[in-house]
């Protein structure tokens, strides 16, 4: 059992360097479990607590230890929604109470340490149960994978009643209790539903229910959470784990077609539309990208629209981002992809199952058809397709018998959550870890504008660090003035220049920050184009790269080039150059010119790994040779929030 | 020499206002210039040629020092001093035909090579191969026959500026001058000529469906490309825009004129590209003597890129763009900051520009360098007039243009005059 913990353990709960050996392996957790209350969560001194190290999550792992023992209450997404804010409000004490507390590190060392420190078991056992509560498992998924139907079953009969009992549970406890137990139960809700279905439904149920009341014994629990005492359970969890791994390599032949799907589909649909809409301006197209739709300006809304409202209904609100996206008033990663989810909830809100459908598999389509406008208006980015996937698995996973309110409530807060956990959260993760990397006399490089470097910058200048920015800016999009803009106006020094200047600025740079579209699992950092070339100077000049990317925006795929895939840009932007009346050669070009010149406007290139040398993400700071491992365990997760 | 007083002036101005774009036209007026000032300088019955070197030295100076990041100035102007010496020594050796070298001449020599020390690192390599020479040269005058050693002392002209003393016949002060003169004419020449020297071997370099990545603009490049044209060669060209000055629009616009297929990118998806690309054509500004090259701002990340996707990094240069100097420091020394208002606009910055914040430095920089230096490790190949050549190779070459005692023009002058 030992050494099969050890070698199951290691790989997955990890601790990438920089980190003081005493910072909580929980940090991140706690902070995406609260995301109202502890509304400054810049403010937490980030010596104290802060930056954790790397923890890849270990779902099966805990699943496989704890389940058997805690409460059988499924899907704890539902109500997790509602529960954060009082989750969250303790997080101060708790934090307090971690530093109190002996240094542990990393959930090994907690486990080893567990007996001696069993009167603080609980405080730490809620911080795990928010680790949990965030980090669903893959037992989950793939016994629903494997039995969907009894899956269902037990969504079905379950909730209600679990739930209700763990809510008296919670009022009958104190306040503060009430909050920590309730991350416990959450915690006990998912493992217990993992173990639920991993392995005997049954025995999870009745072991369970004892331990499900962690408010009233809170003692007892930290002994079962992890360390899983040798005895039965752990004899069950090891022949669950030895099932688990048949049924994960199952998975792993599994798993592969559904992103194949995703991906055929909407190859196939692009490759549908383009023969629809390429005809107008097919002129003047670089060769090499005749692969690529073409990129579609404000003059096609109308058309757009009108040929949208032939094929699908639309809802207001998803053709509003659209007509955003379409304009190029809605861009960066992160704003699409909030915006897009803002949308489809309140689609979700306003739809209603026509009769002979079920809920599930129209509300898909009727997604799949929103997703199609929205790739109309502008190719998703991966960080959107990784959203869509989640929100499909959601409405896939939604048990039959939920009537359709509630199914809708459920579709938003998990949305919302997402969004919360995913995005938000995750870049107040972000900054944290990366503000460590900032000292006092650094000059920081960044490349066009990037939302959650910017918020770094700001959040390093808040803590009073003493740095210099140098922007630097590329045409045609010249984002970089904007965010030039903003970061002067909070009192930042800064240098901006183009790219073309990057080697002449480089000497004096001490730390690259870029932001980042996608990290392929290959470790290629898919961002705005011209990133690569400054990742490129600077790895020759041996600065440091340091790209910041929320975990979401990871894909499975893989990418050498920056051809195979990318998006294109409006092409004339190129022969304007807005505020320089001077640069005008290209202006009067008889047909005969027109003819031979094709301009090209890449949206997006493919760093290549050897240049990045860590990627700082909300799992903590990372390798880009360990981005696949991330992709692995978290799509196990995001699937299953 | 009143009026070329006034043209040096002129010439002057426009250099500090950096009124003469492109170190050919730059090249080919210093030139012209430096040809009138020899017309005009009045010839001492002695030593004439150190009279000629004293005066062109005395205006290359000051041109030098009006714009120092223009080094074809330099060049140039080193380029006549050296065929002052190499005129002079022909003619003292044509002349010495039948005299013996007096004792006087060896000491000079002698004096002459010990100033060499004194020359900056920049001199060294080519002060090392002079101060190496004269031993063998000194054995090769006394034993072969004049005309064979011509050849050899072409490169070394310290030796003549003494000897010119122990051949002064006032026949041959008018042949100096008329010589030099002509050289020099021959230089410009050479100058206005080297874009279809060097366009003549594109066909060399340029295969059929070949993918080529050029940035900025560059007359060299649209000649070689154009070259490679009328060959009847079908190519694809990506241009680079080389913003601030988005030249590459003008090149792009050149380009398809003359019926090339041409794809204008940004400079921001060179890297994107260069993979898909099987040579990288570029100009430049200068090339030092250590094969590095000081060119246009952008060109050092195509250079890298070029170097990770192994394409091909050719450099074309005129002979004019050759510098005898090795650079030290040279994206700084050898740069130029231009105007911030190409990149930035006042109007919507002019509240954060240089205003002072609490500590009293100004919050907002804007840095738009002209120039990039490239290494001479990621240069595959230099084309110049003369042919194709190895980095490596740029000193030896630049040594057959220069002589050793002018490469530090300003040290020279105040110590040796």
Known sequence: MDARRLSRAVPRVRQVGFFTPNTPAQQPQPQSAAPSSESPPLSDSPASNSLSPVMIPPPRHLSDNLGGRTAAVPVPGRENSGELPTVGSYNPSESVLWLDSPPRSRIGDEELSEGAESSLGWYRRSDSAKFASSLPSGGFKLSTAKHPGSVAAVEAKNPLPEQSEAQKEQASSSKPLKAKTTKAERRALQESQRAAKAASRAEANKSGTPGGAPSSKPMKQPPQKKDGPPVASSIAASERIGVDRSVEKERKKDLPPPRKQFDDESRGGRAKRRSVLNQPEARNRVELFRHLPPHKNGTQLPYLGSKFFELHEKHPAVYKVGLQYLAGDLSGGNARCIAMLQAFQEAIRDYSTPPEKTLTRDLTSKIGGFVSFLIECRPLSMSMGNAIRFLKSRIARLPLTLSESEAKTTLCSDIDRFINEKIVLADKVILRHAATKIRDGDVLLTYGSSCVVEMILLYAHELGKQFRVVVVDSHPMLEGQKLLRRLVVKGLSCTYTQLNAISYVMHKVTRVFLGASSIFSNGTVYSTVGTASVAMVAHAFRVPVLVCCEAYKFHERVQLDSICFNELGDPDAISKVPGRVDVNYLDNLTDKQKENLELLNLKYDATPSDYISVIVTDYGMIPPTSVPVIVREYRKEYLLI | ?417
Request: hydrophobic share 40%; aromatic share 4%; glycine share 6%.
């Open chain 2, 1 to 417: 020499m009143p009026d070329t007083q006034a043209l040096v002036n002129d010439f002057l101005n426009k250099l500090k206002k950096r009124k003469i774009e492109g170190s050919q036209a730059t090249a080919k007026q210093t030139a012209e210039l430096l040809r009138s000032v020899i017309s005009q300088t009045r010839m001492p019955y002695t030593n004439q040629a150190a009279a000629l070197i004293h005066s062109v030295k005395a205006v290359g100076e000051r041109l030098i020092a009006a714009n120092p990041v223009e080094l074809a100035v330099g060049n140039v102007v080193r380029r006549v001093l050296h065929i002052v010496r190499e005129e002079d020594l022909s003619l003292t050796t044509a002349a010495m035909a039948g005299l013996n070298l007096s004792a006087e001449s060896d000491d000079e020599d002698d004096t002459d090579r010990d100033n060499h020390p004194a020359l900056s690192a920049a001199a060294i390599a080519a002060a090392s191969r002079s101060t190496l020479r004269p031993p063998s040269l000194q054995t090769l005058l006394e034993d072969v026959p004049d005309s064979a050693a011509v050849p050899h002392t072409s490169s070394s002209g310290g030796d003549s500026e003494g000897k010119s003393k122990s051949a002064d016949k006032s026949s041959r002060s008018r042949k100096l001058k008329h010589d030099v003169i002509e050289a020099v004419n021959e230089l410009i020449q050479d100058i206005s000529t080297c874009h279809e020297l060097i366009a003549e071997q594109a066909v060399e370099h340029i295969h059929q469906n070949e993918v080529i990545l050029t940035l900025g603009s560059s007359r060299t490049v649209l000649e070689f490309l154009c070259a490679a044209k009328e060959k009847k060669r079908s190519f694809r060209v990506f241009v680079a825009e080389g913003a601030p000055r988005y030249q590459g629009h003008l090149l792009a616009k050149e380009l398809v004129t003359r019926g090339l297929q041409t794809t204008l990118i940004t400079d921001s998806a060179v890297f994107a590209m260069i993979s898909r690309v099987n040579m990288v054509i570029v100009g430049a500004h200068a090339v030092m003597a250590n094969g590095g090259v000081i060119a246009p701002v952008g060109l050092n990340m195509v250079a890298l890129a070029a170097q990770k996707h192994a394409v091909p990094f050719v450099v074309l240069a005129g002979s004019h763009k050759l510098c005898p100097l090795y650079p030290h420091h040279p994206e700084v020394l050898l740069n130029e900051l231009r105007s911030p208002s190409e990149l930035l606009d006042f109007g919507e910055f002019s509240d954060c520009l240089d205003f002072g914040s609490g500590i009293g430095a100004p919050l907002l920089h804007v840095v738009n360098p002209t120039f990039d230096y490239v290494p001479p490790k990621l240069v595959s190949l230099f084309i110049t007039d003369t042919g194709g050549h190895n980095p490596s190779y740029m000193y030896r070459l630049i040594a057959d243009y220069y002589s050793a005692d002018d490469l530090v023009l300003e040290r020279r002058t105040t110590s040796g005059n």
